[in-house]
């Protein structure tokens, strides 16, 4: 074969490789946009199946319920909240501070303030406090920052669980 069919093999082999490794990175991850207030950011770039820890903005498929539905019609997007605690932590509610006791990392540490939750949304609804107790293994309170996040603080949302994540923002698009 001449040196210029040999090239033309190999960059036939090297594109059908980098469509490859493309297709395999797009199956792994995706941009997920954010159109609420109850994060910093508007843009998440997203991987797939990873599992979230303390910290970690993670995006979740939210519980199918009234309210959910009322809010964010039958077939909500992906919702992208903040882990706040995770399985063998514990949260508690006083009044309407929400707290978390936190029991994985070993230290004996007073309950920190996670968030304070509302009586009714802007709407008027009455919005039920969220679970309180140890959170399962497996699962997860996600929160956010903002005052009127909609989250782990009512019980419309709860306890976040595996089965739920979509996947964790690994980089943040600005």
């Not at 040999?6 to 594109?15: D, E, K, M, R």
């Not at 941009?31 to 998440?44: E, F, K, T």
């Not at 309407?96 to 009714?120: C, E, F, I």
């Not at 802007?122 to 989250?151: Q, T, W």
Request: net charge positive; aromatic share 10%; with cysteine.
């Amino acid at each position: 074969m001449s040196g210029k069919r040999w090239f033309v093999v190999i960059g036939a082999l090297a594109a059908l490789a980098s469509v490859q490794a493309i297709d395999a990175f797009a199956r792994r991850h995706l941009v997920l946009i954010n159109r609420s207030p109850s994060l910093p950011n508007w843009a998440y770039f997203v991987e797939r199946g990873a599992t979230p820890v303390i910290g970690d903005v993670a995006f979740f498929v939210p519980p199918k319920n009234a309210l959910v539905a009322k809010h964010f019609g039958s077939a909500p997007a992906a919702f992208g909240k903040v882990v706040y605690a995770v399985g063998g932590d514990v949260i508690e509610h006083r009044g309407d501070q929400v707290l978390v006791h936190r029991t994985t990392d070993g230290v004996g540490r007073p309950a920190q303030l996670l968030s304070l939750r509302k009586r009714y949304s802007a709407r008027g609804e009455v919005l039920e406090a969220g679970p309180i107790g140890r959170v399962p293994d497996g699962c997860y309170y996600m929160g956010s920052p903002h005052k009127d996040g909609f989250d782990s603080r009512y019980a419309a949302i709860g306890f976040v669980c595996d089965r739920q994540i979509v996947g964790v923002a690994r980089r943040v698009i600005l």
